[in-house]
């Protein structure tokens, strides 16, 4: 079969566990990625909820910042400038991870994701009925107390469903660290087609492997807010 044709997957025997380690990584980040990312990210929507006028914009530059640059571009200045400042011991853990790779690579992932879910936190705290708060605070709650209590346990229903989006955002944008040569799933697809000179094989399985990951997935996100959303109806 040609090594350019899209069903030629003859390399699979060899290179499979390439592929399951490149998902394993995969997944691992996506999910450590954004969850690193929701204090900052909680942060940031609070500034950009606050009086203050200093404290709104500090927060509007840092997202404007990561939301208008692209990730590679960041990923590259986490890289090469905040880690070269700050050396990472080279450690494999469970015998494939480089925390020297994978800790940069997780820091510039939740630095462009605080970005965004910082803006889901601010819409999920924005959608709660403002008299909510008020009547918290007609009660004596003080206004920190009002959005711990109150605020807050009503926006996460509104919030778990673009957050479970963001995650799989993740798994797709995390391919970009194979430019490092973290050994990811799209890692394994260029170190595979490099070595077996099989140029689209290796892509086409990685895409199936996308797609077989991301879109139950979604669907699954889908079904779970409409779900939510007929126990609002009730």
């Not at 820091?107 to 705290?125: M, T």
């Not at 290796?202 to 139950?216: D, E, G, K, R, S």
């Amino acid at each position: 079969m040609s090594p350019t044709s899209f069903f030629n997957l003859s390399f699979l025997p060899k290179y499979t566990s390439f592929f399951i380690k490149g998902v394993e990584y995969t997944l691992l980040i996506s999910i450590v990625s954004v969850l690193i990312a929701v204090i900052p990210a909680l942060l940031l929507a609070l500034m950009r909820l606050s009086k203050s006028r200093v404290i709104r914009s500090i927060s509007g530059i840092y997202i404007a910042i990561f939301r208008s640059t692209p990730l590679l571009v960041q990923l590259a200045l986490v890289y090469y400038g905040l880690f070269n400042l700050v050396k990472i011991p080279s450690y494999h853990l469970f015998g494939f991870i480089n925390l020297a790779m994978f800790i940069p690579g997780v820091v510039a992932l939740a630095l462009n994701s605080a970005a965004y879910v910082a803006e889901i936190f601010r819409a999920g705290i924005l959608a709660v009925d403002s008299g909510q708060n008020e009547a918290a605070r007609s009660l004596g709650l003080p206004a920190s107390a009002s959005m711990r209590y109150v605020v807050l346990p009503q926006a996460i229903k509104n919030i778990l469903p673009a957050l479970a989006n963001e995650v799989i955002t993740m798994v797709k944008e995390s391919s970009i660290l194979s430019t490092l040569g973290m050994m990811e799933l799209m890692w394994a697809a260029k170190t595979v087609s490099a070595t077996t000179y099989i140029t689209i094989g290796p892509y086409v399985l990685a895409a199936l492997v996308y797609f077989t990951i991301n879109y139950p997935a979604s669907k699954a996100i889908d079904a779970i807010e409409r779900r939510m959303r007929r126990g609002d109806k009730r």
